[in-house]
């Protein structure tokens, strides 16, 4: 195998071991970001000048769990004086004045960070297509998206441009692109990890989470990343697990809840049998797999198409021009400068957002949407509670299909239906992991999705890592 | 179902400045967006207390101390536009 195509626990060892250098392998994966990156696209900005400060300062951190280890961050998270562009025209030159806790973190623990990572502007989108800069390309098929929104995250663990990444997920944005690529995605609890320094698109769902090459990398970036910050007051206070504790083959007596409502809703034949198939094998190994039925998930894309949209447009009425970020050359008064400034710096989609959320919000509509929105935020929040008492685990597919092409969804609704299973997740504040169980028959990935009660990472970790156990495809890289 | 006053209202809201073009094509797509959100009136909510948060969440207070903060360069160093160390805008009020 390449030293590109290596996972962190691989890369740890062969350290260990005196096989490899941290510097042969920041070597490796710049050379690798060298060779494909004009094709895959996945970095907005390549940080050499982070990569060598992490392997100057190897000696100091080699303790840490990821001492040497080339990492990749979405450009929504802070890192100090380097470009955080959330892929908008809005942030292009924003240089933040201090480091995200989740880069820090990172840092702290010995990280070698490659680079920021493309993604759809302001996290809204399912394909990275609405970067305002240029498309990363899926790297199991160029013609394909990556997925979104944490796409160039995505793609950079698939293509070997970094050992693992950091995403953020607000409605499927770490799982579906993982599920697209072929990678191990986990959208931890909400508040496990600390949001300071992440640019908020919807408070109450954002999240950040690590994309990896197999579940135990998973298990390591959340060893790292984890735990209370006095910075974030969502932030949530208590002991912090070990997870690689939960690293075992086994499922024996696992109860597996399959919702009959996700299952029937319409999606495509091939991810439904590839799912069914790694059930089986759960259930082969020991798992007690049941039908159980849930609120039709259309219900929680509906309730989250009116309360991201809300929060967003309270958090994103902050670009203004004054303090930060673009601020238009066109303007006479303080009005304009407003105006032209959200004209010229925001995209189409975060536009459209801003508008759905400003509406929903409005005196007279307040009532009806985003009230409304929130009540069936608890109906679904007591759905997964109900199923979780009898249940330990949920699982459904991480994607309707397999990766989209690019330029093949131009209407907003049919994009936001790719994120019908992910969605409710945020919804109900849970966690989840998108694992690869399979190909289709154009040979590209397809992603289960492991749903846990809140705090249940743990079991999560472990049914997944038997799953991948089971599966044996977790060495299968995208050949480019 | 949502008008272009509707999208003018909210766009002026949002302080946004749209284009005849972006108007008529934002009506479109916003009310289908909302037309898809109506599903939610199916649903019987008149008893259920809205959530805001999923997970236990209460006020979190610390002691009011002085803690280290930006020095003042840094905050500024991404103003589009300063003057004697503090942001500068256009004038606000006239002469």
Known sequence: MNIYDLTIHELKDKIAAGELTPAEIKNAYSDRINEVEDSVKSYITVTDQLADQGLAAYEKKKDGLLAGIPIAVKDNMSTDGIKTSCASKMLENYKPPYDATAVEKLSEAGAVIMGKTNM????????????????????????????????????????????????????????????????????PTYGMVSRYGLVAFASSLDQIGPITKDVEDSAIMM????????????????????????????????????????????????????????????????????????????????????????????????????????????????????????????????KRRIMIGTYALSSGYYDAYYLKAQKVRTLIKDDFDRIFNDFDLIVTPTAPTTAIELGSKSDPLEMYYTDIFTVPINIAGVPAMSVPCGFDSNQMPIGLQLIGPHFGEGKIIQAAYTLEKLLNIKDKRAEL | MIDKKDVEYAAGLAQLKLDEEEKEKYTEQIGEILDYVDKLSELDTDDVVPTAYTVPMKNVLRKDEVQESLPREKSLANAPDEKDGQFRAPKIMSD
């Open chain 1, 120 to 187: 759809d502007e302001f996290a809204m989108g399912s394909s990275t297509e609405n970067s305002a800069f240029f498309n990363t390309h899926n790297p199991w098929n160029l013609n394909h998206a990556p997925g979104g929104s944490s796409g160039g995250s995505a793609a950079a663990v698939a293509a070997g441009e970094c050992a693992a990444a950091l995403g953020s997920d607000t409605g499927g944005s770490i799982r579906q692109p993982a599920a697209y690529c072929g990678v191990v995605g986990l959208k």
């Open chain 1, 223 to 350: 060893n790292v990343i984890a735990g209370h910050d006095p910075k974030d007051s969502t932030s949530i206070e208590g002991k912090k697990e070990d997870y690689t504790e939960y690293l075992k083959e086994d499922v024996s007596g696992m109860k597996i809840g399959i919702p009959e409502e996700y299952f029937n809703l319409d999606f495509d034949k091939e991810v439904k049998e590839s799912v069914m198939a790694a059930v089986e094998k759960l259930k082969e190994a020991g798992a007690e797999v049941e039908t159980v039925h849930m609120t039709d998930a259309s219900y929680a894309l509906a309730a989250y198409y009116v309360i991201a949209p809300a929060e967003a447009s309270s958090n994103l009425a902050r670009y203004d021009g004054v303090r930060y970020g673009l601020r238009s050359e066109h303007a006479s008064d303080v009005s304009e400068m407003f105006t032209n400034t959200r004209h010229e710096g925001f995209g189409d989609e975060v």
